[in-house]
């Protein structure tokens, strides 16, 4: 028993790897591979003019709910759609994986709450950072809630189905007690 949870960790693990990776290039990187110079050079330029991350961030949405807001009103826009749901889903595993990864699935509602809020927020820094996309508090507003969605989704598989182990034995030994009595 103790190796099928080893290597259920272990798959779960490399699971979380590959997600990651897969998120950090959708995210980041707009689906294509920077290459290290392309960064660094970004990196260097930015940190030595302090102006250009202002200016980064100035381009960005800094206000609450604003982009949330103008993405509802124009649903019908694949862009803006995409950009309110993908947000939400991107991170529905992150916070699915957090309970999974943490022992005894003990991770806390305000970890995952944390945890998602951090990583979401080094995400949206280092777009800046790197000059590779524009800061939107909304973006950390909309993933929290994904990665939040994720912790309930397992919560919910977790209650689910101890109420069906449970029924289960309950059944099997309701079973046991009438053939039992039948003889």
């Given at each position: 028993?103790?190796?099928?949870?080893?290597?259920?960790k272990?798959?779960?693990?490399?699971?979380?790897?590959?997600?990651?990776?897969?998120?950090?290039?959708?995210?980041?990187?707009?689906?294509?591979?920077?290459?290290?110079?392309?960064?660094?050079?970004?990196?260097?330029?930015?940190?030595?003019?302090?102006?250009?991350?202002?200016?980064?961030?100035k381009?960005?949405?800094?206000?609450?709910?604003?982009?949330?807001?103008?993405?509802?009103?124009?649903?019908?826009?694949?862009?803006?759609?995409?950009?309110?749901?993908?947000?939400?889903?991107?991170?529905?595993?992150?916070?699915?994986?957090?309970?999974?990864?943490?022992?005894?699935?003990?991770?806390?509602?305000?970890?995952?709450?944390?945890?998602?809020?951090?990583?979401?927020?080094?995400?949206?820094?280092?777009?800046?950072?790197?000059?590779?996309?524009?800061?939107?508090?909304?973006?950390?507003?909309?993933?929290?809630?994904?990665?939040?969605?994720g912790?309930?989704?397992?919560?919910?598989?977790?209650?689910?189905?101890?109420?069906?182990i449970?029924?289960?034995?309950?059944?099997?030994?309701?079973?046991?007690?009438?053939?039992?009595?039948?003889?």
């Amino acid at each position: 028993m103790k190796i099928i949870k080893l290597m259920n960790k272990i798959f779960v693990s490399a699971l979380f790897v590959f997600y990651m990776y897969a998120l950090i290039k959708v995210i980041l990187f707009k689906f294509r591979w920077r290459d290290l110079s392309f960064l660094l050079y970004q990196l260097r330029n930015n940190l030595g003019n302090p102006a250009n991350l202002i200016n980064e961030l100035k381009m960005g949405n800094l206000v609450p709910f604003k982009t949330i807001f103008i993405n509802i009103q124009s649903l019908s826009s694949w862009p803006d759609f995409s950009n309110l749901v993908g947000n939400i889903v991107a991170f529905i595993p992150f916070g699915m994986f957090l309970v999974l990864l943490s022992k005894n699935r003990g991770m806390s509602f305000i970890s995952v709450l944390v945890s998602s809020l951090s990583f979401s927020l080094c995400i949206e820094s280092l777009q800046v950072v790197f000059s590779l996309g524009i800061f939107d508090v909304d973006d950390l507003i909309l993933n929290t809630s994904g990665g939040l969605l994720g912790y309930c989704v397992i919560k919910l598989c977790d209650k689910v189905y101890t109420k069906l182990i449970i029924n289960t034995s309950s059944s099997v030994q309701d079973r046991e007690i009438v053939d039992k009595q039948e003889f």
